[in-house]
């Protein structure tokens, strides 16, 4: 929920000395403050991800502790976009603040061509991308991140050693389907041999990322697939880090 939110400081610079980019950007900012009682914690993560990448660029701040859960999930988010550009990463995350308020057009009225240009193109690159460019580049572990079940189950049919998949941080595809909810992702890995109780470096397992995250969904097809209550390596179980009742009631039941 509203824990993902960055702090989103006020423009030291008057629209005159930004770009139209940077101008739409800067408002998007400002309007994601109206939204965030009606976003999920995981649409904030990204909101927020995408904002500090086009704010800073690549992630280079340490990693919090793991009793910082809060600022580990937002370094996460954070540092999964990797060397993307500043400037796609605000177009990226100002697409994706119109999609969830579809309002903000209104914005723009003010009959500043730069800008009203700016958002048109951000949302015909977000409505109409390039699917068999993309399909065909994403990994196992960004397929599961961006929700491509059809690309999971393409690359576990040819190249079944993608099981085991990890990033330099011990994340598997199953790891980053539930982070992310991703549940069609989700349910064609483990539908392509994904181990559901493999850990990451800090002996955290997929359904630890689903319960931690509050993912109703995730959890559910997790505990299906027979994924077991775990401790990690602070001796939490992913009961013990779950996000909210319905979840601890759903793991409970699971015991």
Same mark, same amino acid.
């Given at each position: 929920?509203?824990?993902?939110?960055?702090?989103?400081?006020?423009?030291?610079?008057?629209?005159?000395?930004?770009?139209?980019?940077?101008?739409?950007?800067?408002?998007?900012?400002?309007?994601?403050?109206?939204?965030?009682?009606?976003?999920?914690?995981?649409?904030?993560?990204?909101?927020?991800?995408?904002?500090?990448?086009?704010?800073?660029?690549?992630?280079?701040?340490?990693?919090?502790?793991?009793?910082?859960?809060?600022?580990?999930?937002?370094?996460?988010?954070?540092?999964?976009?990797?060397?993307?550009?500043?400037?796609?990463?605000?177009?990226?995350?100002?697409?994706?603040?119109?999609?969830?308020?579809?309002?903000?057009?209104?914005?723009?009225?003010?009959?500043?061509?730069?800008?009203?240009?700016?958002?048109?193109?951000?949302?015909?690159?977000?409505?109409?991308?390039?699917?068999?460019?993309?399909?065909?580049?994403?990994?196992?572990?960004?397929?599961?991140?961006?929700?491509?079940?059809?690309?999971?189950?393409?690359?576990?049919?040819?190249?079944?050693?993608?099981?085991?998949?990890? %990033? $330099? @941080?011990?994340? *598997?595809? +199953?790891?980053? !389907? =539930? &982070?992310?909810?991703?549940?069609?992702? /989700?349910?064609? #890995?483990?539908?392509?041999?994904?181990?559901?109780?493999?850990?990451?470096?800090?002996?955290?397992?997929?359904?630890?990322?689903?319960?931690?995250?509050?993912?109703?969904?995730?959890?559910?097809?997790?505990?299906?697939?027979?994924?077991?209550?775990?401790? %990690? $390596? @602070?001796?939490? *179980?992913? +009961?013990?880090? !779950? =996000? &909210?009742?319905?979840?601890?009631?759903? /793991?409970?039941? #699971?015991?």
């Amino acid at each position: 929920m509203a824990e993902a939110l960055p702090e989103y400081p006020d423009s030291d610079f008057s629209d005159d000395d930004q770009s139209p980019l940077d101008i739409s950007f800067n408002k998007a900012a400002d309007y994601v403050r109206k939204l965030t009682s009606s976003l999920t914690n995981n649409q904030l993560l990204e909101l927020y991800g995408l904002y500090k990448q086009g704010l800073d660029g690549k992630c280079e701040a340490p990693k919090p502790g793991w009793l910082d859960g809060r600022g580990r999930r937002k370094w996460e988010a954070w540092r999964s976009l990797g060397n993307m550009p500043n400037d796609e990463a605000k177009q990226k995350y100002i697409a994706l603040v119109q999609k969830y308020a579809p309002e903000l057009t209104d914005l723009t009225e003010d009959n500043e061509t730069g800008m009203k240009e700016a958002w048109v193109a951000v949302s015909s690159m977000r409505k109409s991308p390039e699917p068999e460019l993309i399909h065909n580049e994403l990994s196992i572990l960004d397929a599961a991140r961006e929700n491509c079940a059809d690309r999971v189950t393409e690359l576990l049919e040819k190249y079944p050693e993608l099981r085991h998949e990890t %990033d $330099e @941080d011990g994340l *598997t595809a +199953l790891h980053w !389907a =539930a &982070d992310r909810n991703a549940t069609r992702a /989700l349910q064609a #890995a483990l539908d392509g041999g994904c181990p559901v109780d493999v850990a990451d470096e800090s002996g955290q397992t997929a359904l630890h990322y689903a319960a931690s995250c509050g993912h109703i969904e995730a959890t559910n097809i997790l505990l299906k697939a027979g994924a077991s209550l775990l401790k %990690d $390596e @602070d001796d939490c *179980t992913p +009961l013990d880090l !779950a =996000a &909210d009742d319905e979840i601890r009631k759903i /793991l409970e039941g #699971a015991k």
